[in-house]
């Protein structure tokens, strides 16, 4: 069983869920989906830049899963940042996923534009309030695109979806979510695969767990919500299978000491890169 924290709307979100960025292939995303929905996942992360909402929905939809019982979170597409056009893309985001709400809707890229942020924030804001988005976040926020919403928001963001896994730490930005009661949800939590850390291998060998394993319950230890990506049955139960262990005090700061503040991932930042 994938246990649930409270965010700071009363909102109930898994602390671990299923990624599907770049599983566009539609017997990839039938394999991940069953397989997720068999493990007991709940929670799906997809994006309009995934071009795969309309493949999530429709699997989700075959398995005949209870709508009530998931949690689908979904992001807005940095071409769509502006009042209308995020309405606009909302509402093909959920035809896309065959439902009629999303429990979180996040704003992709925060881009370095405030108006335009705020603009974008407010069509969100109003799809909340008619109960059409459950949690409002951001994704990829820094410290001063965060301050930017918490100047002038109705309605606060409760997540920021951030890169984060042993390799990349940003604990002034962690200090001011929590600070903010906005919980970190990690992207690329496993690093792409990039697992053979001395730190990572000699915790896995002593708990018997596999180093994905290690690094996906160092970040739960650490009060970080995770969304792994995998298309394959036997790594997504494996995956969700970290409830039944507890790393020492040492071993995790031993994989904090990984921490190189380099993105794996960025070529673009997200303090400067606009569009
Ligand atoms: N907000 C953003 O800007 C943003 C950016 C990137 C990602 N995300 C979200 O975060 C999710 C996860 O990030 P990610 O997909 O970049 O990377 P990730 O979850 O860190 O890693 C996925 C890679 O690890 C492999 N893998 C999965 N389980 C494994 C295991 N147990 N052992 C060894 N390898 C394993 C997968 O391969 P197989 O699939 O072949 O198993 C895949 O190549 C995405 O799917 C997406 O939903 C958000």
Redesign the pocket.
């Known amino acids: 069983m994938i246990p649930e924290i409270k965010l700071s709307n009363g909102i109930k979100i898994p602390v671990l869920g299923l ?4 599983t566009t292939d539609p017997d990839d995303m039938h394999e991940a989906v069953f397989a997720a929905l068999d493990a007991g996942y709940r929670l799906f ?1 997809t994006a309009e830049l995934y071009e795969n909402e309309a493949l999530l929905g429709k699997e989700l939809l075959r398995y005949g899963a209870d709508r009530n019982s998931l949690f689908i979170t979904s ?1 807005l597409l940095m071409d769509h940042m502006s009042y209308d056009g995020a309405i606009k893309a909302f509402e093909q985001t959920i035809k896309d996923l065959c439902t009629d709400h999303l429990d979180m809707f996040l704003i ?1 890229w925060p881009g370095q534009k405030k108006d335009r942020l705020l603009e974008t924030w407010r069509a969100l804001e109003d799809l909340y309030k008619d109960g059409r988005i459950k949690a409002l976040g951001m ?2 926020f820094t410290i001063k695109h965060i301050d930017w919403i918490l100047e002038s928001c109705d309605v606060a963001p409760v997540i920021n ?1 951030v ?1 984060h ?1 042993p390799g990349l730490s940003e604990p002034e930005l962690y200090d001011l979510c929590k600070k903010q009661h906005i919980m970190i949800q990690s ?7 990039q ?1 053979d850390a001395p730190p990572i291998m000699a915790a896995a060998l002593k708990h018997k767990k ?1 180093p ?1 394993q290690i690094v996906l319950r160092w970040h739960i230890q650490e009060g970080f919500l995770v ?6 049955r036997d ?1 997504i139960f ?2 969700c299978d970290i409830f039944d262990f507890e790393l020492t005090e040492d071993e995790l700061r031993s994989i904090d000491g990984l921490n190189t503040g380099r993105s794996i ?1 960025h070529t673009r930042l997200p303090a400067t890169y606009d569009f």
Not at 19 to 22: A, I, Q
Not at 187 to 193: A, D, F, K, N, Q
Not at 227 to 232: E, F, L, N, W
């Open positions: 990624g599907v960025y770049k992360d992001k992709h994704s990829n979806q890169e896994h992207w690329s939590p496993l690093m792409r695969g697992l596999t994905a969304i792994p990506k995998s298309v394959h790594r494996e995956n991932s």
